[in-house]
């Protein structure tokens, strides 16, 4: 079982990573409810596909089992929106569980009280070869100086994956990227915080996006609050 790490974030939040090894056949065997779960695996998905949503339906049971204990992981079904956001059925009022999943690594990061968001991307040229899709002028303008190729990538991918985050933790279709989810900081070193403003229903609400390197060739952003947003300042 390579669950690689769980992450107590606060007395609400927990975040866990698991290196994928597994093919479904080992995995079905660790999820409750395995009958249920069966009805809602994708049905055009492939072995490999199969394996990351099995993945990430397990670490959110572990997940529920640390913070909340095994009975509430029992309880519960994870299922998916029309848009395909995880929702907790069964779970108590105010839980929420966002997943991610890019390569052989799965992330899954557990709220019960306020919003999360959390993204995990292999990096690869794609993010800058659309970075003009998701970027704002003043993004732009705010990259570093050129940089050897290796670190231009993982830095846009940096910038996608931070957008995602956000994008999760509004919980809400039809955002437009580089006017809705705004990033203000640069990203320094492997890991650290970029400030963020989310522009929602006439509304601008400041948060803080943490990153991280959880292996060579990969990029983790998360998000989550433990109290109201703050407003940002105008």
Known sequence: MPLYSLQRLSPTAILGL?????????????????????????????????????????????????????????????????????????????????????????????NTQGRAGIDIELVRAKARRLASKYL???????????????????????????????????????IIFKEQLLLHSKSQTLSGELAATLVLDGSRTRHRICYSQPAPGYVLTYSFEDALPEPAVS
């Open 18 to 110: 698991w290196q994928l090894q597994e093919v479904p056949d080992t995995l079905w065997p660790l999820l409750p409810q395995a009958a249920q779960y069966r009805a809602l695996v994708p049905p055009t998905a492939d072995a490999t596909r199969q394996a990351q949503w099995l993945a990430g339906r397990v670490l959110a049971h572990e997940l529920l089992r640390t913070l909340l204990g095994p009975e509430a992981s029992a309880a519960v079904l994870l299922r998916n929106e029309a848009s395909g956001r995880p929702w907790l059925d069964g779970s108590p009022a105010g839980s929420v569980v966002s997943l991610s999943h890019s390569g052989e690594w799965v992330a899954a990061l557990l």
């Open 136 to 174: 704002s002028e003043a993004e732009w303008a705010a990259l570093p100086a050129p940089a050897e190729e290796a670190e231009a990538l993982a830095h846009f991918s940096l910038l996608w994956s931070a957008k995602e985050t956000l994008y999760k933790l509004a919980a809400r279709r039809g």
